[in-house]
């Protein structure tokens, strides 16, 4: 059996082709997006209208036969000091560092549940009436940051 020669590729015409695609590709993908621009404003319009509304109202949610609007928060933990967080960790490795400590920022339930201790004894501490030199409730070494938002699910 005699071997079949190879197909010839012409590298530089597909080079040239793939480059042509990812151009319109490209031009097309910011056409989409200006045709998109007002629809995205006027959502984002509505979505801030319905975050005053739940604020004012004093609401979680609100629920309508189109669907229902609802606050949601994001919370990011952050490590500021990584010295001071890894040295807090391992010396409450018992109570909760442990919990707290992996490559990336805290799990955020192990981060709550701190926050939350942290508070009550300052709470405590305060009705004793000595208050501690650090009042943030955060971890040593880190800081926390929330976003809230307004989403929309369509019933």
């Known amino acids: 059996m005699s071997a079949q020669p190879l197909p010839q590729v012409d590298v530089s015409a597909l080079v040239k082709e793939w480059n042509d695609l990812k151009a319109h590709l490209a031009e097309q993908s910011k056409a989409f997006a200006e045709f998109c621009k007002p629809y995205r404003e006027r959502q984002d319009a509505i979505e ?11 609401l979680q949610n609100v629920r309508t036969e189109f669907g229902t609007a609802y606050k949601s928060v994001s919370t990011t933990p952050k490590i500021e000091d990584r010295t001071v967080y890894l040295d807090f960790c391992l010396e409450t490795w018992d109570e909760g560092g442990n919990e707290l400590l ?10 709550r549940k701190y926050m939350e201790v942290r508070e009550k004894q300052i709470e405590d501490m ?3 009436g000595a208050l501690p030199n650090d009042l943030s409730v955060t971890p040593p070494g880190t800081s926390v940051s929330f976003y809230e938002k307004v989403n929309i699910r369509k019933s």
């Open 48 to 58: 801030n209208a319905l975050h005053a509304f739940l604020n004012d109202n004093n």
């Open 102 to 111: 992996q490559l990336g920022a805290p799990q955020i339930d192990a981060f």
């Open 126 to 128: 305060n009705q004793r």
